[in-house]
């Protein structure tokens, strides 16, 4: 079984497209001195793995500004680094009832995690049928002294159907804009995260991530995973 899981997330689709850096928008004219790589968007897929493990992958910006797509990885649940409290590491658990987290984050070149998105979507089942789900969101972002550093500009999340469903498709967004040591205008970095949770009537359940950046740096690293 954890084979052909192994297997199946290895093949897992992903799709990266680094977009040219543009011209400066209007208000941009104080471009942090910081060499920037431009915009950048990311999107991805992973299947959720079987009970008591995690799957995540790390995208790294490399020095040429292109993204290093990293291997999937398949990890024992306990042992993924909690980022929040909403990353809980619950798997399917007894009498129709299923549990799945899902982790959407980014990192500057020195392992701080600058902005994260995660979900939690508990589910019932029975009958062939999704007989009721609930799905949370919350975000996480990093601040600095003064109150500076990285916002929660927007954020929304819903279900298209908690009850009596085929499939219960889950969406949560956040979008996060930056004012501060290395920006002092706000006009220059902002990311917005999108994940996408999709839960099945069998049980089962898939992740789809995006990532979506105004500029990017040499070093930054988008990581993400569902459990």
């Not at 649940?77 to 619950?90: M, P, Q």
């Not at 299923?98 to 009958?127: A, F, K, P, Q």
């Not at 007989?131 to 990093?142: C, F, G, I, L």
């Not at 740096?217 to 459990?227: Q, T």
Request: proline share 4%; glycine share 10%; hydrophobic share 40%.
């Amino acid at each position: 079984m954890r084979t052909r899981f192994a297997l199946c997330a290895l093949l897992a689709v992903f799709v990266l497209t680094a977009a040219a850096p543009g011209a400066l928008a209007a208000g941009d004219d104080a471009r942090p001195a910081a060499r920037s790589c431009g915009s950048l968007r990311l999107t991805g897929s992973l299947p959720v793995p079987p009970a008591g493990l995690a799957v995540q992958q790390d995208v790294s910006i490399g020095a040429d500004c292109t993204p290093r797509l990293g291997a999937v990885r398949l990890v024992p649940a306990d042992r993924v680094k909690e980022a929040a409290a909403a990353r809980r590491t619950t798997a399917t658990a007894a009498g129709g009832s299923h549990h799945v987290s899902s982790w959407n984050e980014m990192y500057d070149c020195c392992n701080i995690r600058m902005t994260g998105l995660y979900t939690t979507s508990d589910w019932t089942t029975g009958g062939g049928r999704v007989v009721s789900a609930a799905t949370d969101a919350t975000e996480q972002h990093n601040r600095e002294p003064w109150d500076a550093g990285w916002s929660v500009a927007s954020s929304t999340h819903g279900a298209d159907c908690t009850a009596d469903c085929t499939v219960s498709r889950t969406e949560a967004h956040a979008d996060f804009s930056y004012r501060g040591i290395f920006d002092v205008t706000g006009n220059w970095y902002a990311n917005s995260h999108h994940s996408s949770v999709d839960l099945g009537a069998d049980g089962t359940a898939s992740c789809r991530f995006d990532m979506e950046l105004r500029h990017t740096f040499v070093g930054w690293n988008w990581r993400h995973g569902c459990a």
